[in-house]
């Protein structure tokens, strides 16, 4: 079985992109194959079992493609996979694309819930699970959705411990001869990867992208920050199933021959002995990581050796958390601006500390061989000039296929010629920066995770104590934002967060989506339009001028669990 997915692009532009070298023209295994023969011994993966080289990492894809294939995954078909950060990850990303697979990772903790709606929906013929994770039981839950999932045929159970009855196991496959294997050519600019995001969809979104969109224009911002060309080192402090975690195999290794740096779980403890260990040129992270870590950073143990840079995007970055960082780590800061469906621009190395403005966010300058980006009006699509606040759209060499299973996003998120809305306001500047001043998109990002207040809400709204429900985001110095629920009780005793933080479970909803803070409302006020006046209810939850008007009959404050 294979999904269709088709490029949103004009043929023309992503052939040009290839001829003027923008993008490389070759499939990632054959880009990884290429800097396996270039450097036979250099390290490509750090993990907590220790160095793997290029060669023995090749020899494990190519043990685990052969398998793959010998239980039916063929070019074209879709493969999920819910694994930690590893050398496993990295194997199976590898694999995949060695046999001109699609794969679809989702980060370990997602509910079985969520992951068969992803399975279904991108018509996935088989998933890579871990048997056990930190209490998760990934392997077990996702083989009883067989049943459910037409196109789920096979799970591959990977350890520690034994694979759940009627599952694959890992060692198996990885026991393949992989002396007979003949890699696949797929086309560079077919699909290779799916990245999952949820935006402000009920569901999460699936995005396609092509061999060359993550080598080529995702590749290419990871270049504009190694400014010397060598292969760089980088710590990820973000899941490698994550929009921002595809910067892994696909580009530090593929693309630049570098080495990852990966820990099964963050911790800030973890990380800070990761960066003295191991000497990382890039660190990759979201702000509420390198929050965490400042303030466990111990001054006793010495300066921490410098990297290249500190790359931090998935939420909005603050002043006062880019000059501890930028001091602490003795390197500069970078604030990325990036989301799954398309889009990248960041502050480059010019200066230690991001530049900051007090009409939005500094987002530094677009880089076209990245991602074109321009301000457009988001009635007509049509460009504003600069200084000029509209909706920021995006196109360029890093630009996805399209959205997997959903033409209504593709209607809803791309233009005719191929642009793709962000959602994001913004204006350029005379000097060509890009300042990001808001969202037309209502999302709460919890410490560089993306939460649907649409998908919290829906399942709150079922519970029998609960009339209406609003979820939105309120201001957190640690985690940037936290989820707030506003709430208009059926009866006269109103629920409690602890009463909603179950029914949610049971839905299927995993902890990070659970409200932190409730706030109990005689009605939802509404706008002009007649929607929730979130404004109104942001105001009261955080003690603003509107938190007098219209009554509160009850509240919960925030919890301080990160």
Same mark, same amino acid.
């Given at each position: 079985?294979?999904?269709?997915?088709?490029?949103?692009?004009?043929?023309?532009?992503?052939?040009?992109?290839?001829?003027?070298? @923008?993008? *490389?023209?070759?499939?990632?295994?054959?880009?990884?194959?290429?800097?396996?023969?270039?450097?036979?011994?250099?390290?490509?993966?750090? /993990?907590?079992?220790?160095?793997?080289?290029?060669?023995?990492?090749?020899?494990?894809?190519?043990?685990?493609?052969?398998?793959?294939?010998?239980?039916?995954?063929?070019?074209?078909?879709?493969?999920?996979?819910?694994?930690?950060?590893?050398?496993?990850?990295?194997?199976?990303?590898?694999?995949?694309?060695?046999?001109?697979?699609?794969?679809?990772?989702?980060?370990?903790?997602?509910?079985?819930?969520?992951?068969?709606?992803?399975?279904?929906?991108?018509?996935?013929?088989?998933?890579?699970?871990?048997?056990?994770?930190?209490?998760?039981?990934?392997?077990?839950?996702?083989?009883?959705?067989? %049943?459910?999932?037409?196109?789920?045929? @096979?799970?591959?159970?990977?350890?520690?411990?034994?694979?759940?009855?009627?599952?694959?196991?890992?060692?198996?496959?990885?026991?393949?001869?992989?002396?007979?294997?003949?890699?696949?050519?797929?086309?560079?600019?077919?699909?290779?990867?799916?990245?999952?995001?949820?935006?402000?969809?009920? =569901?999460?979104?699936?995005?396609?992208?092509?061999?060359?969109?993550?080598?080529?224009?995702?590749?290419?911002?990871?270049?504009?920050?190694? %400014?010397?060309?060598? %292969?760089?080192?980088?710590?990820?402090?973000?899941?490698?199933?994550?929009?921002?975690?595809?910067?892994?195999?696909?580009?530090?290794?593929?693309?630049?021959?570098?080495?990852?740096?990966?820990?099964?779980?963050?911790?800030?403890?973890?990380?800070?002995?990761?960066?003295?260990?191991?000497?990382?040129?890039?660190?990759?992270?979201?702000?509420?990581?390198?929050?965490?870590?400042?303030?466990?950073?111990?001054? @006793?143990?010495?300066?921490?050796?410098?990297?290249?840079?500190?790359?931090?995007?998935?939420?909005?970055?603050?002043?006062?958390?880019?000059?501890?960082?930028?001091?602490?780590?003795?390197? *500069?800061?970078?604030?990325?601006?990036?989301?799954?469906?398309?889009?990248?621009?960041?502050?480059?190395?010019?200066?230690?500390?991001?530049?900051?403005?007090?009409?939005? @966010?500094?987002?530094?300058?677009?880089? *076209?061989?990245?991602?074109?980006?321009?301000?457009?009006?988001?009635?007509?699509?049509?460009?504003?000039?600069?200084?000029?606040?509209?909706?920021?759209?995006?196109?360029?060499?890093?630009?996805?296929?399209?959205?997997?299973?959903?033409? /209504?996003? #593709?209607?809803?998120?791309?233009?005719?010629?191929?642009?793709?809305?962000?959602?994001?306001?913004?204006?350029?500047?005379?000097?060509?920066?890009?300042?990001?001043?808001?969202?037309?998109? /209502?999302?709460?990002?919890?410490?560089?995770?993306?939460?649907?207040?649409?998908?919290?809400?829906?399942?709150?709204?079922?519970?029998?104590?609960?009339? #209406?429900?609003?979820?939105?985001?309120?201001? /957190?110095?640690?985690?940037?934002?936290?989820?707030?629920?506003?709430?208009?009780?059926?009866?006269?005793? *109103?629920?409690?967060? =602890?009463?909603?933080?179950?029914?949610?479970?049971?839905?299927?909803? =995993?902890?990070?989506?659970?409200?932190?803070?409730?706030?109990?409302?005689?009605?939802?006020?509404?706008?002009?339009?007649?929607?929730?006046?979130?404004?109104?209810?942001?105001?009261?939850?955080?003690?603003?001028?509107?938190?007098?008007?219209?009554?509160?009959?009850?509240?919960?404050?925030?919890?301080?669990?990160?």
């Amino acid at each position: 079985m294979t999904l269709t997915l088709n490029d949103l692009l004009p043929a023309e532009l992503r052939r040009s992109w290839v001829v003027d070298g @923008t993008c *490389p023209g070759l499939d990632l295994y054959s880009l990884f194959r290429a800097r396996q023969i270039a450097d036979l011994h250099r390290t490509a993966v750090l /993990d907590a079992k220790g160095k793997l080289c290029y060669t023995a990492l090749d020899r494990k894809v190519r043990c685990l493609a052969t398998g793959l294939r010998a239980l039916g995954v063929a070019e074209g078909d879709v493969v999920g996979v819910q694994l930690p950060d590893n050398r496993n990850a990295v194997i199976a990303d590898l694999a995949l694309a060695a046999l001109g697979a699609v794969a679809l990772p989702f980060p370990v903790g997602r509910g079985p819930l969520e992951a068969e709606g992803l399975l279904r929906r991108a018509e996935a013929v088989a998933v890579i699970a871990a048997t056990d994770h930190r209490g998760s039981r990934h392997a077990a839950d996702l083989r009883a959705l067989v %049943p459910k999932v037409p196109s789920l045929r @096979t799970v591959v159970a990977v350890g520690p411990g034994p694979a759940p009855e009627g599952t694959t196991p890992w060692t198996d496959l990885l026991r393949s001869d992989p002396g007979g294997f003949v890699p696949a050519r797929p086309d560079p600019d077919s699909a290779v990867r799916i990245l999952v995001s949820s935006g402000s969809e009920a =569901e999460p979104k699936m995005v396609a992208y092509s061999h060359n969109a993550l080598a080529g224009g995702r590749g290419n911002f990871l270049a504009s920050l190694v %400014p010397d060309g060598k %292969p760089p080192r980088c710590l990820f402090l973000v899941p490698l199933a994550s929009a921002f975690g595809s910067n892994g195999t696909a580009v530090t290794l593929a693309r630049h021959g570098g080495t990852l740096v990966l820990l099964d779980h963050f911790s800030p403890d973890a990380a800070l002995a990761a960066v003295r260990e191991h000497r990382p040129t890039h660190v990759l992270g979201v702000p509420t990581a390198v929050r965490m870590m400042l303030e466990r950073l111990d001054t @006793t143990d010495g300066a921490l050796p410098a990297p290249t840079a500190l790359v931090l995007g998935g939420a909005p970055l603050d002043e006062t958390t880019a000059r501890a960082a930028a001091e602490a780590f003795g390197c *500069p800061v970078v604030n990325l601006y990036g989301s799954a469906d398309g889009v990248n621009c960041h502050t480059g190395l010019g200066s230690k500390v991001p530049p900051t403005s007090t009409s939005g @966010t500094v987002a530094g300058r677009p880089d *076209p061989r990245v991602a074109e980006i321009r301000i457009a009006a988001p009635e007509t699509h049509e460009p504003l000039p600069d200084g000029e606040i509209g909706e920021i759209v995006s196109r360029g060499p890093m630009t996805p296929l399209c959205y997997v299973g959903a033409p /209504d996003l #593709d209607a809803r998120y791309r233009t005719p010629d191929g642009w793709v809305r962000t959602g994001d306001l913004g204006r350029l500047d005379a000097d060509g920066v890009l300042h990001v001043v808001g969202r037309l998109k /209502d999302i709460v990002i919890r410490g560089g995770a993306n939460i649907s207040p649409a998908e919290v809400e829906r399942e709150l709204r079922s519970h029998p104590e609960v009339r #209406d429900a609003v979820c939105l985001g309120i201001p /957190d110095p640690l985690m940037g934002e936290r989820l707030a629920v506003c709430v208009v009780a059926r009866g006269e005793e *109103p629920p409690t967060l =602890e009463a909603l933080g179950r029914h949610l479970a049971a839905a299927g909803l =995993e902890r990070r989506k659970h409200p932190e803070r409730l706030l109990v409302v005689a009605e939802i006020p509404l706008t002009a339009a007649g929607k929730p006046d979130r404004a109104i209810l942001r105001e009261r939850l955080t003690g603003g001028p509107g938190a007098t008007r219209h009554g509160v009959s009850g509240a919960v404050p925030l919890a301080r669990t990160p």
